[in-house]
């Protein structure tokens, strides 16, 4: 059994997600024998990193995230803090030698993301970032079909994330709407996820053009250390949002692949349809992840009954049986964190480099720095490799 010291730094949602993910790893996956230990988790606010030591079992909790790099039988280094935390914290547990991952948006911006991936490539480090949506079992069946050439020949993708954490004109001014502490807005915390998955299915992206907006101009101020980003407090006092609701944009892919992303986190309705659908010359798949643990496929070869059919993830498709022996007896988000989880003590247990890290990190922010780009040209703009500020 290889045992691997994990120290956590932020413990809000994700933080506390990732801890519960680390401890499920030797349970849903006994044979890789793999033992993740918690040793520290660290929170500015001291009753969140108190509470997160007593509910998952670390060792220490610290106010001082430092402690966490600097602690001997720490070997990977897990960031889940505000966006504009990232880059600072990464350069600092890239010099004390550890392991990382970190959550998307990675950087606050494209250049920081390139910066990012510089530090930990010279160092020699591992990487890996929280694209979680990616490891449903139902999109590795999708990407699996798609690599065995099911559905042939790819002609156009569509991907989306369309949630509606921010509809409320009453939820607060979190961090992640102001561009001093989240960096971009939509662009940044949703699109990283749909260009991950686009370009995992699709192949890489050749050139975009897009386009943004922010509907909601004003919100309620957030109070320090409270509440997430679903937080509301309607009769507060209000300021302006500074990074944008909305973004979409038209794709062309380097394999002549045609399609369009889009997002938003103010949209009326959907609550959480993060999905896509791919087609081909001889069929397509369509996913959502409300409706995570199906997907449907649609084959021209069936000439006679056309349309979706409905395919329930089941035990066949990879890594379900990890979770459940049967088909339709579906998994929940935080599952998808523990196959993150799972992949990356493996990388780490390997000494292999795993997928997606930081380099993959570089390609999402290229395509983000483009679709930027094209908001003031408005003209169409290539893909272009980005380097640190
Ligand atoms: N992969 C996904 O699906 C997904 C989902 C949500 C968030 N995220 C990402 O995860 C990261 C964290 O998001 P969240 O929703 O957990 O945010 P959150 O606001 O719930 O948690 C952030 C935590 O960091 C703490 N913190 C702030 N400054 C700190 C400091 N100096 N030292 C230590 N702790 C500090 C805060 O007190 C808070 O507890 C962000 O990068 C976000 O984009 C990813």
């Given at each position: 059994m290889r045992t691997i010291g994990i120290g956590i730094i932020g413990m809000g949602w994700m933080g506390s997600v990732h801890s519960r993910a680390y401890r499920a790893v030797p349970d849903r996956f006994p044979d890789c024998q793999i033992s993740p230990r918690l040793i520290i988790c660290a929170d500015e606010v001291e009753a969140r990193a108190k509470e997160a030591q007593a509910r998952f079992g670390f060792s220490e909790s610290t106010t001082d995230w430092q402690q966490v790099l600097d602690h001997p039988d720490v070997d990977v280094v897990n960031i889940a803090t505000p966006n504009h935390m990232h880059l600072e914290q990464v350069k600092a547990a890239a010099e004390a030698g550890k392991h990382i991952l970190c959550e998307k948006p990675v950087g606050l911006d494209p250049e920081e993301t390139a910066e990012i991936a510089q530090i930990v490539q010279e160092a020699g480090l591992l990487s890996f970032v929280g694209y979680n949506y990616r490891w449903a079992p139902a999109v590795q069946r999708a990407l699996e079909l798609v690599q065995q050439g099911k559905i042939g020949r790819l002609t156009h993708y569509k991907g989306w994330l369309l949630v509606g954490y921010a509809s409320d004109p009453g939820s607060v001014l979190s961090w992640r709407l102001q561009s001093d502490l989240g960096g971009m807005g939509a662009l940044g915390d949703l699109m990283s996820h749909a260009i991950d998955m686009g370009m995992m299915l699709a192949g890489p992206i050749k050139r975009v053009i897009g386009q943004s907006e922010t509907f909601i101009k004003e919100r309620p101020v957030a109070t320090p250390g409270q509440g997430d980003h679903y937080s509301t407090n309607r009769d507060g006092p209000t300021e302006p949002v500074t990074n944008e609701d909305y973004v979409s944009a038209l794709v062309q892919f380097e394999n002549g692949v045609r399609g369009a992303l889009e997002t938003c986190r103010v949209i009326q309705g959907p609550q959480s349809e993060i999905?896509?659908?791919?087609?081909?010359?001889?069929?397509?798949?369509?996913?959502?992840?409300?409706?995570?643990?199906?997907?449907?496929?649609?084959?021209?070869?069936?000439?006679?009954?056309?349309?979706?059919?409905?395919?329930l993830a089941g035990p066949e498709h990879p890594l379900h049986a990890s979770f459940s022996p049967g088909a339709g007896i579906g998994l929940g988000y935080d599952?998808?964190?523990?196959?993150?989880?799972?992949?990356?003590?493996?990388?780490?247990?390997?000494?292999?480099?795993?997928?997606?890290?930081?380099?993959q990190a570089q390609s999402v922010a290229e395509v983000q720095d483009a679709i930027k780009r094209s908001w003031v040209s408005e003209h169409w703009e290539n893909i272009q490799k980005i380097g640190p500020h």
């Open positions: 999905g896509f659908s791919i087609h081909g010359t001889e069929g397509a798949i369509r996913w959502d992840f409300e409706r995570m643990n199906e997907f449907e496929l649609y084959l021209t070869d069936d000439e006679q009954d056309k349309g979706y059919r409905r395919v599952d998808l964190k523990t196959i993150e989880a799972y992949h990356f003590m493996e990388s780490i247990a390997s000494g292999r480099q795993g997928e997606p890290g930081f380099a």
